[in-house]
């Protein structure tokens, strides 16, 4: 069976599958024996997402070694030209806490910008077997099935994920939707996106996502006809890899319909803090 659909055309959408799976390979061996520890930033990391990273590193390396890599654990490499083209932006597991815990719903995550935007993308979550790839004017696939998503304006029935906590005052726009609509979150980011692009999620909105987190899945939702944005609106990419630091990234994504209500929500409320804040500065 051909997982990889059209986008096998590509080799670094290839090389991208391939390394995907070989990420999960190497979680699913090593799930019983891992060891963890917590971040500055208070993030989960074990030595599992080390392994998988230091393994993908080496065989991007090895045939692509012109290309830029950043991964999430630190690694920041370009060999020559110094102002790669393309790079690899790896998550080695997005969802380590779910991982950690026992808990489905962890992803590895390979995405590849070209000149900064979303180019090639593969996220795989070993415990479904669901690889998702994609590939710029090649469309997006799970498992090598193509994927289309068909707009649908937001209900009740709609199904939305935000993530929590909050560091300071939860939105208005957000308590709407609280009331609105379904509520889910399921501790991947990258996975999140595939199942916007699948259909399953109406809206995903995140205040603190970071590069390794969109990078994969950002090309499968383009492809797959859904919209990845600024909460506002306003264009995601291009990110230049070569200066990311690890800087939290706002966005919100969905399919057409439900995107567009979404950035209507937030602009609303936008302009109503706004209106606020000059009547109050002229003392009305």
Same mark, same amino acid.
């Given at each position: 069976?051909?997982?990889?659909?059209?986008?096998?055309?590509?080799?670094?959408?290839?090389?991208?599958?391939?390394?995907?799976?070989?990420?999960?390979?190497?979680?699913?061996?090593?799930? !019983?024996?891992?060891?963890?520890?917590?971040?500055?930033?208070?993030?989960?990391?074990?030595?599992?997402?080390?392994?998988?990273?230091?393994?993908?590193?080496?065989?991007?390396?090895?045939?692509?070694?012109?290309?830029?890599?950043?991964?999430?654990?630190?690694?920041?490499?370009?060999?020559?030209?110094?102002?790669?083209?393309?790079?690899?932006?790896?998550?080695?597991? *997005?969802? #380590?806490?779910?991982?950690?815990?026992?808990?489905?719903?962890?992803?590895?995550?390979?995405?590849?910008?070209?000149?900064?935007?979303?180019?090639?993308?593969?996220?795989?979550?070993? #415990?479904? *077997?669901?690889?998702?790839?994609?590939?710029?004017?090649?469309?997006?696939?799970?498992?090598?099935?193509?994927?289309?998503?068909?707009?649908?304006?937001?209900?009740? /029935?709609?199904?939305?994920?935000?993530? +929590?906590?909050?560091?300071?005052?939860?939105?208005?726009?957000?308590?709407?939707?609280?009331?609105?609509?379904?509520?889910?979150?399921?501790?991947? #980011?990258?996975?999140?996106?595939?199942?916007?692009?699948?259909?399953?999620?109406?809206?995903?909105?995140?205040?603190?996502?970071?590069?390794?987190?969109?990078?994969?899945?950002?090309?499968?939702?383009?492809?797959? !006809?859904?919209?990845? #944005?600024?909460?506002?609106?306003?264009? &995601?990419?291009?990110?230049?890899?070569?200066?990311? /630091?690890?800087?939290?990234?706002?966005?919100?994504?969905? *399919?057409?319909?439900?995107?567009?209500?979404?950035?209507?929500?937030?602009?609303?409320?936008? &302009?109503?803090? +706004?209106?606020?804040?000059? /009547?109050?500065?002229? !003392? *009305?």
């Amino acid at each position: 069976m051909n997982r990889f659909g059209e986008t096998a055309n590509e080799p670094r959408a290839m090389a991208a599958g391939r390394l995907a799976l070989l990420g999960g390979r190497i979680a699913l061996d090593l799930s !019983g024996q891992f060891l963890s520890g917590w971040k500055p930033d208070g993030s989960l990391v074990t030595n599992v997402d080390m392994a998988i990273q230091a393994r993908l590193c080496t065989e991007i390396k090895s045939v692509f070694p012109q290309d830029g890599i950043l991964a999430e654990e630190g690694e920041v490499s370009v060999t020559w030209p110094p102002d790669a083209r393309y790079w690899w932006v790896l998550d080695p597991l *997005d969802g #380590t806490a779910n991982f950690a815990q026992g808990i489905p719903g962890f992803s590895i995550s390979v995405g590849v910008l070209r000149d900064g935007m979303p180019f090639v993308g593969a996220v795989y979550d070993p #415990t479904a *077997d669901w690889l998702y790839t994609a590939c710029l004017a090649h469309g997006a696939w799970l498992n090598g099935r193509r994927l289309q998503i068909q707009p649908q304006p937001l209900s009740a /029935r709609s199904v939305v994920s935000i993530r +929590t906590p909050y560091e300071n005052q939860v939105p208005s726009y957000v308590l709407r939707w609280l009331c609105r609509h379904r509520l889910r979150r399921f501790g991947s #980011t990258a996975l999140q996106l595939c199942y916007v692009a699948s259909g399953g999620l109406s809206l995903v909105h995140d205040q603190r996502a970071l590069l390794w987190d969109l990078a994969g899945a950002a090309v499968v939702v383009a492809e797959a !006809g859904g919209v990845l #944005t600024r909460p506002d609106g306003s264009a &995601l990419f291009p990110y230049s890899p070569a200066i990311y /630091r690890g800087e939290p990234i706002a966005f919100l994504a969905g *399919d057409p319909l439900g995107h567009a209500e979404g950035v209507a929500d937030v602009t609303h409320d936008s &302009l109503a803090v +706004t209106s606020r804040m000059e /009547r109050a500065a002229h !003392g *009305d």
